[in-house]
């Protein structure tokens, strides 16, 4: 790539995955490095580079949605967190649920 393409990818990057951190990029750019995105034969284009940080981000965002799902759920099943019982507990005057 030219450098103006290089400059160009770099805005694209930096206005389309400005949550992404320092640590996501350096994890990308060594799993981009180790062939995990597929070879690029030492030929990298704007599309390619933008591919590999979209399956990234896609990927990255799941987890982060799975872990989310996890910890709701987590939380949800703890009888503290489980508001319907503690709405039930008060307006009963129970102290215990049932």
Request: proline share 1%; aromatic share 14%.
């Amino acid at each position: 790539m030219t450098e103006d393409q290089i400059e160009l990818c770099a805005i694209e990057v930096n206005e389309t995955y400005y949550t992404l951190k320092i640590s996501d990029l350096t994890f990308l750019f060594k799993k981009i490095i180790s062939g995990s995105y597929g070879e690029f034969y030492e030929s990298l284009t704007i599309p390619k580079v933008l591919s590999f940080f979209r399956e990234y981000f896609e990927e990255r965002c799941q987890l982060a949605e799975q872990q989310s799902l996890r910890t709701h759920n987590d939380d949800k099943s703890h009888s503290e967190f489980n508001y319907s019982k503690n709405i039930k507990r008060v307006l009963t005057g129970s102290t215990r649920y049932k």
